[in-house]
């Protein structure tokens, strides 16, 4: 029911790279190049969809309990068309998602683990990947923790 609601990815990521992100640069001081997107949830299935659109736009992303499942696994098909016509993607990307999480038609931490194993096989050029399974997480309680520890990765040592 909620899916009827859901999409325009595409156009909001429009909105970030030419409207929100041009704005914080001129207000703020900010290290131009060096951007980083967290998202949970449809949240983390749209970041990890921006990762892939437009690689140059955020250089670490956290994408926690991703909604994989959306739309029939899209974001799979998504890397797969995109992996045909790139082989690098200069970037962080950090995937979470708790053990408790999903059910039996929608195992979240199989769609991570599976997720993370197709991106992690292509070998892109300059992608940094680390995925979590964190123990006794549900959907409900797993952002903290997942953000704490994504944070401290994908700001750590290259």
Avoid at 19 to 33: D, K, N, T
Avoid at 42 to 60: D, I, N, T
Avoid at 104 to 109: E, G, L, Q
């Amino acid at each position: 029911e909620f899916q009827r609601y859901s999409g325009g990815g595409p156009k909001f990521l429009d909105f970030l790279e030419y409207e929100l992100v041009p704005l914080i640069e001129r207000r703020y001081r900010v290290a131009p190049g060096d951007r980083t997107i967290v998202g949970h949830s449809f949240g983390g299935l749209f970041v990890s969809f921006a990762l892939l659109e437009k690689p140059r736009l955020f250089q670490r992303v956290i994408a926690v309990s991703p909604s994989l499942w959306y739309d029939d696994r899209y974001l799979f098909r998504r890397e797969r068309a995109v992996n045909e016509a790139m082989t690098r993607l200069r970037a962080r990307l950090y995937l979470a998602v708790g053990s408790r999480e999903g059910s039996r038609t929608r195992p979240m931490v199989l769609d991570l683990e599976a997720f993370a194993e197709q991106v992690r096989s292509r070998g892109y050029d300059g992608l940094e990947l680390r995925d979590e399974v964190l123990t006794d997480e549900t959907h409900n309680s797993v952002f903290p923790r997942a953000l704490s520890n994504g944070l401290r990765w994908v700001f750590g040592s290259r």
